[in-house]
């Protein structure tokens, strides 16, 4: 169980995807101009990670290593292929706000990495729960990083959620200031770089403080 | 586990990658063969649907009781053909839509429908895809702007040829705060459309012979 609770933690946190493997920064960087995009593409990718790491991970006895890459890549970039005309034909109203990203998690490296660098070495249900945790994380990355962008850049939060999630979610948009001129920048690639430096940063001030205060304990532990 | 099936000897041999990565190719290659059998007639249907809607933006429903998106006409206008898709009440043409693209601020094409009446006044204009600067030149979208509703109306004689420019240009259209370009290529486009149905307003309309393919 303890394992579990590892993986996840690694997944949202640790070894975050985008905050400490910086790795998925090309999708990153085109679809989180919104919060909403940033969760539909999280969502997405979320799914194809956790179809990925599973066959990765049953197949992995049979993979000879010489054509492992070749392998994830095939297998990848058919999960990709199957999800997107599954989405387009069954889900055409999800399929017009994501249609654009969904090819786009082929080249997110964080699938490749996932499959080499964990699916490839253990059971099916670590892998499953791995791929689970790495996509919740790089959701959450994508959502916050959109969110910022979208506050600065428009004023707005979540704006055309029930596009995505329903009209169930209309309370999540959200107007902050009404006739706000707009901060271009935040909407441009650009911004995201900006976000994500002053994300990246924060996240270490926290690591940095969590880590003095596990120091300090120790050392009164070790007085008593 | 299922990899003990596998004689060790069978993994050593040095055809065993090629045959590994060939297997996977072709499984996978059968399982997207088979997902496209089983999703293209739906994905086929979700695009029919789609046009219907966008050729309902541009057209009202009261101008028509056929079918316009299986009622067209191609034409050769320049090096390309535009496909014209009629609407008919009674059996006459009483409006025809077709898309018509402009280059967009950066690099990616502005693509748009446009409806028009028979005597040539714009029932509608849309903008489907453009890659326009996001919260400046995206206000060509009728979500976040009613800027292209102005065009609905207008005809190539109202305003007078001179008019069909932006206000900065000296015409009567509005540009917005911080995109010229945007808005004045969308202008030009739709007054080119406008010409493509005055110049083959008869083909269009079915009321002469030739360029029929309905």
Known sequence: ?224 | MISHWLKPEIRQSSGYPILLLGGVALLVSMAIGIANLGTHADIAQRQLEDLQATLRQVVPAEYYDNDPVRDTVTVQEGDHSVRVYRARRKGQVQAVSFRTTAPGYGSTEMVMVIGVDRDGKLLGVRVISHGETPGLGDKIETSKSDWVLSFNGRSLGDPPPAGWAVKKDGGVFDQFTGATITPRAVVKAVKGGLEFFANHRAVLLDESSGGNDR
């Open chain 1, 1 to 224: 169980m303890n394992d579990y609770r590892g993986i996840f933690a690694d997944g949202l946190w640790h070894n975050n995807m985008v905050f400490a493997q910086m790795l998925a920064l090309c999708p990153l960087m085109a679809v989180t101009s919104t919060a909403t995009n940033g969760l539909g593409m999280g969502l997405a990718t979320t799914a194809v990670l956790l179809a990925s790491n599973t066959v990765v991970a049953s197949l992995r006895n049979w993979i000879a290593p010489e054509v492992r890459i070749p392998v994830f890549v095939l297998l990848i970039a058919s999960l990709v292929t199957l999800a997107d005309m599954a989405i387009n034909a069954w889900l055409h109203e999800l399929y017009k706000v994501l249609g654009l990203f969904i090819p786009l998690i082929v080249v997110n490296c964080g699938v490749l990495g996932r499959a080499e660098s964990f699916a490839s070495k253990n059971p099916v249900p670590a892998a499953a729960a791995d791929g689970l945790a790495m996509g919740l994380g790089l959701t959450l990355a994508l959502v916050l990083i959109g969110a910022c962008r979208e506050i600065l850049g428009s004023a707005t939060l979540f704006s055309h959620a029930s596009l995505l999630l329903g009209s169930s979610f209309t309370f999540l948009e959200t107007t902050l200031i009404e006739d706000y001129h707009g901060f271009l920048l935040m909407l441009l690639p650009p911004g995201g770089f900006l976000v994500l430096g002053f994300l990246l940063a924060g996240k270490r001030v926290i690591e940095r403080m969590t880590e003095q205060r596990e120091v300090k304990e120790e050392f009164h532990c070790s007085v008593q």
